[in-house]
Structure formats: structure tokens, C-alpha cells
């Protein structure tokens, strides 16, 4: 079966979702770190947290305490890169395994080639793929930030502020990464809507998109966080 033969079990308005969720997709992340003209996200505020905590760890003593944060933050890296795995050998073994694939599918009235059943699977694995590559990079960008916080003088000379800086900003890459693993989970998550369709494909992501501009430009957090925010 060549290309065009494939093509045959698949329309216009396929094409179109699988447009708009790789548009959202993008254009989401884009948004969020970088923000909408003035309005900056939660993800950008959190930055300037970020900065301010490294500032005050040079004076901090002992440092328990942020050893004990970066530790927390590591773990939930750990945790999603897991699950991400998890989920992307469930995945597998669907497409391993379409004849238990297809019985379901017949049971939801739901028929269709294998084909067409495996690709759309693949659409949900591209996702949980990237969020694994984001999770498993973050964890190693919070090992640098705690070696080079371990490396901050234990005085407030101005080479540990500056030592400090650089550990913030690894913090703060570490963080986008796994901020962008989490939106491809989601993402994920709406790609299973194309196992119902289409239009089911476009409703989930149009709500994906919805929720995550909900959470990072008009959520009760961010409203917290611009608390006394001068910048």
C-alpha cells in the first residue's frame, strides 16, 4: 500500500485538526514565554522568583532549605519523565497489538482500517515522546544548577552573586523545559480525541489551548504573583 493509498482513510477534516492542535501547540508556547505584548504568564513571573531566590541563597545559612526545594523540583521531573515512559509503552503495545485494537473500536462503533488507528496513536506517542525529551532535560538542567549552586562561596562577595545568577538562570531553563513537557502531556491528552474524529480532535484541543491560556495569563495565581510586581 503506497502513500496515496493510505491517504484514502483520511480527509479535509483531518488535515484541518491535525493543523490547529500543532498550530495551538506552537503558538501556546510561544505565548507563554514570551507573553501576549504586556501581559506576561505565570511562567515568566516565576523567573523573576527564581532570581530573587538564588539572590537571597548566597546569605542564606545553612542551605538546607534550598537543597531541599531543587531536590523537590528534580523529583517532579523524575516523576512526569516516568509517567511520560509509561505511557509511551502503553502506546506501543496498542499498535503491537490492533486486533484487540479493532475489537474495541467495533464495540464503540467506532470502525476503521488499522491503519488509521495506528496513525493516530502515533499522533498521541509524538507528544508523549517530546514531553519525555523535556522532563529527562530538565532533571539534568536542575543536576547543573545544584553543582553550580554548590559552587556559590559561602560569603556576599560579589563573585557569589554573580556565581548565584548563573545558577538562576539554569534554574530558569530547567524550568522551561518542563514547562514545555508539560504542555505536551497535554497536548497528548488532546490528541486522544482524534481516536473519536475530527471534530472531536478540534474540540479537545480548542479546550487544551483554553485551559493553558486560562492557567498562565488569567489565573488566580497570577494574580498573586503580580502582587507587588513592579516590572
Same mark, same amino acid.
Given at each position: 500500500?503506497?502513500?496515496?493509498?493510505?491517504?484514502?482513510?483520511?480527509?479535509?477534516?483531518?488535515?484541518?485538526? %491535525?493543523?490547529?492542535?500543532?498550530?495551538?501547540?506552537?503558538?501556546?508556547?510561544?505565548?507563554?514565554?514570551?507573553?501576549?505584548?504586556?501581559?506576561?504568564?505565570?511562567?515568566?513571573?516565576?523567573? =523573576?522568583?527564581? =532570581?530573587?531566590?538564588?539572590?537571597?541563597?548566597?546569605?542564606?545559612?545553612?542551605?538546607?532549605?534550598?537543597?531541599?526545594?531543587?531536590?523537590?523540583?528534580?523529583?517532579?521531573?523524575?516523576?512526569?519523565? &516516568?509517567?511520560?515512559? @509509561?505511557? @509511551?509503552?502503553?502506546?506501543? $503495545?496498542?499498535?503491537?497489538?490492533?486486533?484487540?485494537?479493532?475489537?474495541?473500536?467495533?464495540?464503540?462503533?467506532?470502525?476503521?482500517?488499522?491503519? +488509521?488507528?495506528?496513525?493516530? @496513536?502515533? %499522533?498521541?506517542?509524538?507528544?508523549?515522546?517530546?514531553?519525555?525529551?523535556?522532563?529527562?532535560? &530538565?532533571?539534568?538542567?536542575?543536576?547543573?544548577?545544584?553543582?553550580?549552586?554548590?559552587? +556559590?562561596?559561602?560569603?556576599?562577595?560579589?563573585? $557569589?552573586?554573580? =556565581?548565584?545568577?548563573?545558577?538562576?538562570?539554569?534554574?530558569? &531553563?530547567?524550568?522551561?523545559?518542563?514547562? =514545555?513537557? %508539560?504542555?505536551? +502531556?497535554?497536548? $497528548?491528552?488532546?490528541?486522544?480525541?482524534? %481516536?473519536?474524529?475530527?471534530?472531536?480532535?478540534?474540540?479537545?484541543?480548542?479546550?487544551?489551548? $483554553?485551559?493553558?491560556?486560562?492557567?498562565?495569563?488569567?489565573?488566580?495565581?497570577?494574580?498573586?504573583?503580580?502582587?507587588?510586581?513592579?516590572?
Amino acid at each position: 500500500m503506497d502513500l496515496l493509498d493510505r491517504l484514502q482513510f483520511f480527509d479535509l477534516r483531518d488535515g484541518v485538526a %491535525l493543523a490547529l492542535i500543532a498550530l495551538c501547540w506552537v503558538a501556546i508556547g510561544l505565548a507563554v514565554e514570551h507573553g501576549l505584548g504586556q501581559r506576561r504568564s505565570v511562567s515568566q513571573l516565576m523567573n =523573576r522568583y527564581r =532570581r530573587e531566590w538564588l539572590h537571597a541563597f548566597v546569605s542564606r545559612q545553612p542551605r538546607i532549605l534550598d537543597g531541599a526545594i531543587l531536590n523537590g523540583l528534580r523529583q517532579g521531573t523524575t516523576f512526569f519523565a &516516568s509517567a511520560s515512559m @509509561i505511557a @509511551i509503552g502503553g502506546g506501543l $503495545a496498542l499498535i503491537g497489538n490492533t486486533e484487540r485494537l479493532l475489537a474495541v473500536a467495533e464495540d464503540l462503533s467506532l470502525e476503521a482500517p488499522a491503519l +488509521v488507528w495506528e496513525v493516530k @496513536i502515533l %499522533l498521541i506517542l509524538f507528544f508523549l515522546a517530546n514531553a519525555f525529551l523535556k522532563f529527562v532535560w &530538565s532533571h539534568r538542567l536542575f543536576g547543573y544548577c545544584a553543582v553550580v549552586m554548590a559552587a +556559590v562561596p559561602n560569603d556576599e562577595s560579589e563573585p $557569589a552573586y554573580a =556565581r548565584a545568577a548563573q545558577a538562576a538562570e539554569l534554574n530558569i &531553563s530547567a524550568a522551561r523545559a518542563y514547562n =514545555r513537557g %508539560l504542555r505536551a +502531556v497535554y497536548f $497528548a491528552l488532546a490528541a486522544c480525541g482524534w %481516536l473519536l474524529g475530527p471534530w472531536a480532535l478540534i474540540g479537545a484541543t480548542l479546550l487544551t489551548l $483554553a485551559v493553558l491560556w486560562r492557567r498562565e495569563f488569567a489565573s488566580h495565581s497570577r494574580t498573586v504573583l503580580l502582587v507587588g510586581d513592579t516590572k
